[in-house]
Structures are given as C-alpha cells and as structure tokens.
C-alpha cells in the first residue's frame, strides 16, 4: 500500500518540471499547459465516486490491478505522446489512476485497520505521499539531465509494476456490502448523506487551501520574496521532507490519545502558520521554519481526517462514502485556483494567501463544532448506560 501511494503522487506530480520541455518540444502553447494541467484534477474529481462504489462491486483485488494496470499503460503510453489531444486524453486517465490508487489505498487501509492502529497505519500512507510529493518533481528533473524525458515515466512504470505483482498476491478482506443493502434504512440514509456532506466540506476547504498554496507560491515566492528556482524548490521539499517524516507519529499519537479531530484541527492550525510566516516573514530560514511546521500540520490532519472516516462510518459503506467524498473534495483544487488568480488581478499577489487564512479558518471552526456535538453524544451515551 506504501508503494501504491507513493506511484500515485509521484505519477502526477513527476510531470512537472517537464511542462516546459513538452512547451518547447512540442510546440504545445502555454494555455494548453494550462489546459492539460487542468484535466488532471478533472480526472481526479470524476474518479472518486466511480472508484468507491467499484471497490465494493468487483472487490478490492480485481480494482486493485486494473487501477494500476491503467497507470501502467498511462506511464509507458506518455513518452510515446506528440499530439496534443493524445496527452490530454492520457492526462485525464492520470488523474483518475491517481485519485483511484489514492483511494483504493485509503479503504483498503481502514478497511484491515481497527481503532487501535488506524492513525498509525494512515501516517504510513500519509508518509508516502509526502515522499512522493518531493521524488516525483525531483526525479524527474535529475534523471532528464543524464537519460530521455521518457526515462522518469519508465521508472514509475517499473514501480507500478512491483505494486501490481504485490496486489496480486494479497488477500483482502471480503465486503458484506449487500447484506447492508438490505437493512439499510432511510434514517440511515439521511444521516449518511449528512456527514458525507459536512465532511466533504471540511475537506473541500483543506484542498482548496493546499491547491492555493501549490498553484501560486512560486510565483509569490519569485515576484514578492524575489527567490530563485532553486530556493522556491527548496522549501517544496521542505514541506513533503517534513510530512514524510512526522506523520507515522501523528498517526500513532492520534491513536493513543484517541481524539482524532483535535489533531485535525492542530493540523489545520499548523497550515494556518506557515502561511502567516509566509506572509509577514522575509527571512529565508523563517519562512522555511514555516514550511516544516506546514508540513507537520498537513499530516496532522491527513492522518486524523482519514482515520477519524474509518473510526465513524461503518464498514459495509466506507468504500463509497470515501469515493463520494474524495471526488467533492477536489472540486476545491479546481474552483479555488481560479478565484486566487482572480484576487490577483483584481487586488494583488498577496490577496489569495489571506483568502487561505479565511478557508483555514473556517475548516477549524467546523471541525471544532462536529468535536464538540460527538464529544457530547458520547457523554450522554456513556450517562445512559450508566
């Protein structure tokens, strides 16, 4: 599952320090950049849902290999690519191998996990990402100065692979989906669709927030701090060094200390102050003290968002209620981009990272409110009983 993880971050992410090399060799504009850059989280907002309610009808295994099967063609079809069209078809396919490996790999980790590991174990997996995040861009940008732009795409590919020799030897856990077919109720329902909304909003604003930050900090970073490539990229791996190696802890603390939202909401605390430091810091090392502490609250709060999932809904519909879930939240990394760059040309480069603050902020008040109602079911539940 850390493997999986780790090819889907790399797949999407690896691609982008060679978007001006497709630019130049290809002779593709900038606004097809754009337009292909845009195409991958459309892939990902569409496959979500589909995903989830494919793991509990063909089961985990059978998704499993065609998901990375999928990546696989994707990987080696990518170097092969010099039309436009053909890349933005394969730039879609990305997107949904990416969310669906993502969320193929987030059920079936609740789904082995109980109570006592669950936070753990999506600290892995949260771990994994990170280090995605930081290989996928750098390795594509150091192998493309010694082999092919083709080389990267073979690396992931051969990872991918591995992943697929590896799943296919694993025995999953089989679902009783339909037997919870049968009993489900409308009240059941109701409430299902309930918290699938309020946590698919929490999540939406979180998305929103990172997408802001990866969208635009390079160009704040650039115009507004006057940094080079290599400084902007510097606190980049900063921010994934720093997730890939707190979230195991952060996962098993959450474990331990079982309150879940609370480290959601220090996550998201966490994120607020790195781009405070951003904002009224222009010193070099404080602003990187800030990425460090953003990337501990990004994992704080990944690791206990997903695991806080796995712990409140049941088994038989967490497969789709994760997809459903996933597929919404991304709709953040599409809508919010296009308001900062709006806020940039109505008011100014800055505009965007305070909108951030907003959406932070408003993420830890609801996840404040929804702790405080499930502290208070709790109590009066234990009253009951008593």
Sequence with gaps: MII???????????????????????GISAFGMSILFALFY???????GIIGKLYEKIGAKQLGIGLLCAEIICMLTFPLANDFWLLAVLRLIQGLAAIGLSVFVRITINQLSSDNNRGKLNGYISSSEGAGMILGPVLSGVIILYFSISMPFFIVAGLAILSLIAVSNISF????????????TAPAKKNLNRQLLLYSSVHFIEMSAYAIFL??????????????TFEISLAFT????????????????SDILKDRLLFCILGLFLIMIEIVFFLFFTEKWVIYVGMFIGGIGGASYLDSFFSHIGDVIPNETRSSFLGNLVSLS??????????????????????????NIILVIVAIIIQAIVRFKLRNQRHNHYNIRM
């Design 238 to 253: 900063i921010v994934g060094l720093s997730t890939f190696l707190s979230a195991p802890f952060i996962g098993k603390l």
């Design 42 to 48: 459309l892939g990902r907002f569409l496959g979500g």
């Design 173 to 184: 856990p089989k679902s009783n989906h339909p037997l919870f077919n049968t009993m489900k």
């Design 215 to 228: 969208t635009y900090f390079s160009l704040y970073a650039k115009y507004r701090l006057g940094w080079d």
């Design 4 to 26: 999986i993880s780790l090819v889907a971050n790399m797949s999407g992410s690896m691609i982008l320090p060679l978007f001006a090399i497709y630019i130049e060799k290809y």
């Design 330 to 355: 991304e709709l953040g990394a599409i809508i919010s981009p296009l308001i900062a760059g709006i806020l940039i040309e109505k008011i100014n480069i800055t505009a965007p990272f305070y909108y």
